[in-house]
């Protein structure tokens, strides 16, 4: 991190200058670069692929082999490979759909092999009546499609170290998505099952190699949770659930059960392993916090980020990035280039949908002054995402999930990029 005189560090954002950004954005407005990138040629003639037929039909398109580089990146157990992660390169993307080849991964122990002819769903417990169901009865079922954001409640828990994590953008904050899904309300099939009184839980398991399963609130489930079936438009892919997962719209990623194969009522939690061994905090008093099934707002600029630099200066540059919130529809974004001093509204891209993604936009005119950018979010019920500062007042230094505190950018007067903890 530079040092620099605190009252030299400030980059003020400034309504005239960034209106004069808006004028003759076409001849000024300048991107930042990958580190190293090295520019290529520009031929005289006329391109290769116009002297030349091109390829032929595929049945599956597939990315350019120019982009092999926007990847999910992978951090798996050394000891047990199909146990661990992958992250979505939040930094490579834009709008706010993550395409399925792209949707972050978290296994417990793989990826499961599952014939849809074979897989069943089962309703059972605090029932009138039990039922089952195979995926082509699912399939005939009516429908409805719901664009939500799923992420981990372990996203982004680098925040809680000592020290900043040097890493790209979607390689810290990336174990969260957002994707279109497609399947049957939960509640259409335990109102065919029948609900008992004295059902208030509802056990979720999925059909893995982990047998995973966690307790849920029957409230939510007969609120706004999903069969999902689809996603994007297509069918599941195996590493998001096929042949079919529960959707939990703004809640815990682990409540997302994929692979689902049984839904219990219950008039208790289960108390399992992935409820109190796992994805539970000890807090600054003793107690353990539990059942943190909602995912609070949360907002991160994507570019300019880490391992990109700002060539030009002086010059404008995009500020953009991604809000979501479990509680609701993203009401507002601000942006500072001075640490938090001063702030100024982003421009939310439409649409803004409840419970998940909404990218932010702000012209930002730099001059090659040091900076730090950040970004801060509000829903709709007024909650205001925290300063890492506030968020470990208030539960210790040692956690481990649900991180969602301010990230800020170090911009250096030569363009470079790190990641800090505010001034």
């Not at 400030?10 to 954005?25: E, Y």
């Not at 146990?83 to 709008?95: A, C, K, M, R």
């Not at 949707?103 to 309703?123: K, W």
């Not at 900076?371 to 208030?394: H, K, M």
């Amino acid at each position: 991190m530079a040092s620099k005189p605190r009252n030299e560090r400030r980059q003020f954002l400034q309504q005239a200058g960034l209106g004069a950004a808006l004028t003759g954005i076409a001849s000024t407005f300048s991107t930042p670069i990958w580190a190293k990138t090295v520019p290529q040629e520009l031929a005289d003639a006329l391109p290769e692929s116009m002297r030349q037929s091109g390829a032929e039909f595929s049945n599956y398109g597939q990315p350019s082999v120019h982009e092999q580089q926007v990847i999910r990146w992978i951090s798996a157990n050394s000891a047990a490979s199909g146990n661990g992660v992958s992250w979505t390169p939040l930094h490579d993307l834009q709008g706010t759909i993550t395409p399925n080849g792209l949707h972050y991964e978290r296994h417990h122990n793989g990826v499961p092999a599952i014939d849809p002819a074979q897989h069943q769903l089962l309703i059972d417990g605090l029932v009138n009546q039990p039922l089952s169901f195979d995926i082509k009865s699912l399939l005939r079922y009516p429908m409805q499609s719901r664009t939500c954001f799923i992420e981990c409640g372990g996203n982004s828990n680098s925040g809680w170290r000592t020290n900043p994590i040097q890493t790209q953008a979607g390689y810290a904050h990336g174990l969260v998505s957002n994707a279109e899904w497609t399947g049957i309300p939960v509640k259409l099939l335990l109102q065919e099952a029948g609900i008992k009184p004295e059902a208030k839980w509802v056990l979720a398991e999925g059909a893995d190699g982990a047998s995973l399963n966690i307790s849920i609130p029957l409230e939510k489930l007969m609120d706004d949770a999903l069969l999902a079936l689809y996603q994007n438009g297509e069918r599941l892919r195996p590493e998001n659930g096929y042949p079919l997962r529960l959707v939990l719209p703004g809640w815990e990623g682990i409540l997302n059960v994929k692979w689902l194969r049984q839904l219990r009522l219950t008039d208790q939690p289960l108390m399992s392993r992935d409820e109190t061994a796992q994805y539970t905090e000890l807090q600054t008093d003793g107690k353990a916090r539990q059942f943190t099934f909602l995912m609070e707002a949360k907002s991160l600029i994507t570019s300019p980020s880490l391992g990109m630099m700002l060539p030009d200066n002086p010059a404008t540059y995009q500020i953009t990035g991604l809000a979501w919130s479990g509680r609701g529809k993203i009401t507002r974004v601000e942006i500072s280039a001075d640490g938090g001093e001063t702030w100024l509204d982003a421009e939310l891209q439409g649409p803004v949908l409840a419970k998940a993604f909404t990218r932010f936009n702000l012209p930002w005119h730099w001059q090659g002054k040091y900076a730090i950018l950040q970004s801060r979010a509000t829903d709709e019920t007024g909650y205001v995402q925290p300063t890492r500062e506030t968020l470990l007042d208030n539960r210790g230094k040692h956690g481990f999930f649900h991180y969602n505190a301010i990230v800020s950018w170090e911009i250096t007067e030569e363009g470079d990029i790190n990641h800090v903890y505010g001034f």
